[in-house]
């Protein structure tokens, strides 16, 4: 489908060309004020979407915003008739990987700037307006980028954030994972844990990433006294810490120790009411990551999502077909913890359900990047799973926009208002009605600068 500014709009500029990574390409629009109007507006702040809804959009910002009879069409701007379609803003992940997925392969040596902003450019294009990236930040290239991103001379990618290296114990998880054994920093006592948090200080992350899991027991955790040091440590520098988690104990002893958001689902038994009135009183966000999850068992089951042409978009066709072939999918079936797995999910379900029934800010993040868990498509499919857990689509909308961005830009409100950033995506349908709308991307706009997705070289290379 064409772009609709391109129906609209009668002069753009290209701002780049090609396919190069540090040169994605995208048009601005050549006028500074762009008038939209006959839509529908999803805030993304909890409120009911406008209906018949325009906005102005001058230099980047948005001006006002409400339904077409409050706004006098504005002399001089450019028009675009959205013809009922949907604004919304953009997603905020709280929990990826960049840089280490290649069609079938996840290691470390794929790692590098340009898999880094091709990733993030697979974002992008999937209106992800900015990511959290737990851990896995294991040289300086996220930071120079970001670097980049904040003085203006890279855009038209996702945001960066970064945690840096993250802070496990020694032996602990990922270090078992070839792609990931080398990026935490290992500490075994209670100065290590404050050190590290200083050496990640030092390097202006924007916040700490804490392993706490013993992989079913095969590994050493991280134990209380030391996520504790972390914690306060990076609380003494004005640092969130998030914790990747499983066990229901962890979590309690987690929220008492001060940890501000769990980025996994607790999975091996439901809440109980002391957690989530403690969670709720100290604001500890929850990220479930519920495709992370998910895609451990899932994949045997031969999903219809698996090969969708959004999907199809940014992962090459052998990928796919890799992931529909015989051999993987016995592959999948032939997994002994296959039924554990789908226990486990179950209750990361419910637990996600009473979570948000009960007021706990939520979060969305997925873990993308990591092994066949592909980035900018898995947090569309989250949102689906999070409606399927039980959150409406306004619920899970606010966690993956309003939320995020509350989290990681301190100070700055989420969702779409006058006086907010022009950051939004424009849908073929309506994402309260129907949540996998959000895939039916149009436009994507970061601060007025429309990505040219007809020819983004996005697409994740085959095996």
């Known amino acids: 489908m064409r772009s609709i500014l391109s129906w609209s709009l009668a002069v753009l500029l290209l701002a780049a060309a090609g396919g190069c990574a540090d040169r994605p390409p995208q048009t601005r629009s050549a006028v500074d004020r762009t008038y939209f109007f006959n839509g529908r507006v999803v805030r993304g702040d909890g409120t009911p979407p406008i209906r018949n809804a325009s906005l102005l959009v001058e230099n980047g910002v948005i001006v006002q915003l409400g339904a077409d009879d409050a706004i006098a069409t504005p002399e001089g701007a450019r028009q675009v008739d959205l013809g009922g379609r949907t604004i919304m803003p953009l997603l905020v992940s709280l929990h990826v990987h960049l840089g280490y997925l290649d069609g079938r392969s996840f290691a470390a040596e794929h790692y590098s700037r340009a898999s880094v902003l091709a990733d993030l450019q697979r974002h992008a294009y999937h ?115 998030v914790a990747h988690v499983f066990y229901l104990d962890d979590a309690r002893r987690l929220v008492e120790a001060g940890i501000d958001g769990l980025v996994h689902s607790i999975r091996d038994r439901d809440v109980d009411q002391p957690l989530i009135d403690a969670m709720r009183e100290r604001n500890v966000y929850y990220v479930p990551t519920l495709v992370a999850h998910e895609t451990a068992f899932s994949y045997a089951d031969a999903p219809a999502w698996v090969g969708e042409p959004t999907m199809r978009a940014t992962v090459a066709a052998p990928v796919i077909e890799w992931l529909t072939s015989d051999a993987f999918l016995s592959e999948a079936a032939a997994n002994p913890a296959l039924e554990a797995l789908r226990r486990q999910y179950a209750t990361a379900q419910r637990n996600l359900k009473v979570l948000s029934d009960a007021g706990v800010t939520i979060g969305l993040g997925t873990d993308s990047g990591t092994a066949n868990r592909f980035p900018g498509y898995m947090e569309h499919r989250e949102l689906e799973l999070m409606v399927a857990a039980g959150m409406t689509s306004t619920q899970a909308i606010t966690a993956a926009t309003r939320n995020g961005i509350a989290f990681l830009a301190r100070g700055r409100a989420g969702g779409l208002g006058a006086g907010s950033r022009a950051d939004f995506m424009v849908l073929d349908g309506d994402p309260i009605a129907d949540i996998t709308t959000t895939r039916r991307i149009l436009e994507v706009s970061h601060a007025a600068t429309y990505l040219d997705r007809t020819h983004m070289a996005v697409r994740l290379p085959g095996p």
């Open 127 to 241: 209106g992800v307006g900015a990511v959290a990236v737990l851990g896995s930040d294991a040289d300086d290239t996220a930071f120079r980028i970001r670097a980049e991103q904040v003085d203006g001379t890279l855009t038209g990618y996702a945001r960066i954030f970064t945690a840096g290296r993250g802070i496990t114990a020694a032996g602990g998880w990922p270090t078992v994972l070839p792609a990931l054994k080398d990026a935490p920093i290992q500490v075994t006592s209670e100065a290590d844990a404050r050190a590290a948090v200083e050496r990640l200080g030092a390097l202006d992350v924007d916040l700490v990433k804490i392993w706490v899991d013993d992989d079913g027991g095969r590994l050493p955790k991280l134990a209380p006294n030391l996520y504790a040091a972390v914690i306060d440590e990076a609380h003494r520098r004005d640092l969130k810490v």
